[in-house]
């Protein structure tokens, strides 16, 4: 599967949403992520969803100010960021897998496709 995002710029405390799609593939067959990453880091979890849309978990730093969502019509995942602080600004990267049962939805070893990434700059 082919993973494409979109980000961008914004001011501090505002909102941007970002998009990916799984380009020729249903996303209900798949559980679907975002992670981040800044210069000197590790890549880190922000959010995820499981492939029957039933479960959805976030980063601790994020919950509250993120959500997460998926469109199944247009095969899309959604992560809708709001109330954005200037310690947002990373490069976001759209993962998923195929798994099925449990699996460690945080980690980044656990995805197997993965999107090109998509900066966002929080300015304060």
């Known amino acids: 599967v082919q993973l494409q995002a979109w980000g961008g710029l914004v001011q501090a405390g505002g909102s941007l949403r970002l998009s990916c799609v799984t380009s020729?593939?249903?996303?209900?067959?798949?559980?679907m992520a975002w992670f981040h990453q800044t210069p000197g880091k590790e890549r880190e979890f922000v959010a995820a969803?499981?492939?029957?849309?039933?479960?959805?978990y976030y980063a601790d730093s994020v919950k509250g100010r993120f959500t997460i969502s998926r469109d199944t019509a247009k095969n899309a995942v959604y992560l809708q960021m709001n109330s954005l602080k200037p310690e947002d600004t990373a490069v976001y990267y759209c993962?998923?897998?195929?798994?099925?049962?449990?699996?460690?939805?945080?980690?980044?070893?656990?995805?197997?496709?993965w999107g090109q990434g998509t900066l966002v700059t929080v300015s304060s």
């Open positions: 993962a998923a897998n195929r798994r099925r049962g449990s699996f460690t939805y945080y980690a980044r070893q656990e995805y197997d496709y």
């Open positions: 020729g593939r249903a996303v209900s067959g798949y559980n």
């Open positions: 969803i499981n492939w029957s849309g039933g479960n959805i």
